[in-house]
């Protein structure tokens, strides 16, 4: 599962748009993926600001 780290997030709906499997939410204000995340990497590439880190992974 990927996860925002709200401190770095610019909330720019970049990620949003890229996820092929539309598991970011942002409704709140907060951006965060859903149980429909598979942890394919790409949000994390795309992020501007680093701020997606994925699970397990770096
Ligand atoms: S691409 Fe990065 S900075 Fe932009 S909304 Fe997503 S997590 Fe936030
Ligand atoms: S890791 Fe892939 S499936 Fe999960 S939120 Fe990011 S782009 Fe979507």
Sequence with gaps: MMEVDPSLCLRCGACVGVCPSDAIDATDGY??????????????RLCPMGAITLEGKA
């Design 31 to 44: 951006v965060r993926s859903n149980k429909r995340c598979t942890d394919c990497g790409i949000c994390a």
